[in-house]
Nanobody
C-alpha cells in the first residue's frame, strides 16, 4: 500500500509559476510510475505528466514545454514544475502511483487556480 500527499498548490496570476510536490510513503519500491492528473470543474480527469521508475516521462500536449516532471527516488518525491501558467490550467491536481502488482493509488489533490 502507498500513501500519496500532494502539496504546493495555490493561486497564481497568468504567466506565473507553481511547483507541486507529491510525497509517497509505504511500499514505494513497488511503484513503477507516478503521474500528475488534473480535473477541472465539469471536466474529466486528464493526465498532465507521468514519469516512470526508470526516469522516462511524457506530457499532455497542452502542457508540453511549460511543465516539467522530475523525481527524487531517495526522497520518494515527484515534482511538477509549472511555468507560464494559463487560466485553463486551473484544476485540482492529483498524484497517482502505478504499482508493480497492478494497483493504483491516488492522493487527495491540491487546488491550482490561475487568474487572468
Amino acid at each position: 500500500q502507498v500513501k500519496l500527499v500532494e502539496s504546493g498548490g495555490g493561486l497564481v496570476q497568468a504567466g506565473g509559476s507553481l511547483s507541486l510536490l507529491c510525497t509517497a510513503a509505504g511500499d514505494t519500491v513497488s511503484i513503477t510510475a507516478i503521474g500528475w492528473y488534473r480535473q477541472a470543474p465539469g471536466k474529466q480527469r486528464e493526465l498532465v505528466a507521468r514519469i516512470t521508475s526508470s526516469g522516462s516521462s511524457n506530457y499532455a500536449g497542452s502542457v508540453k514545454g511549460r511543465f516539467t516532471i522530475s523525481r527524487d527516488n531517495a526522497e520518494n518525491t515527484v515534482t511538477l514544475q509549472m511555468n507560464s501558467l494559463k487560466p485553463e490550467d486551473t484544476a485540482v491536481y492529483h498524484c497517482n502511483a502505478e504499482m508493480r502488482y497492478g494497483l493504483e493509488y491516488w492522493g487527495q489533490g491540491t487546488q491550482v487556480t490561475v487568474s487572468s
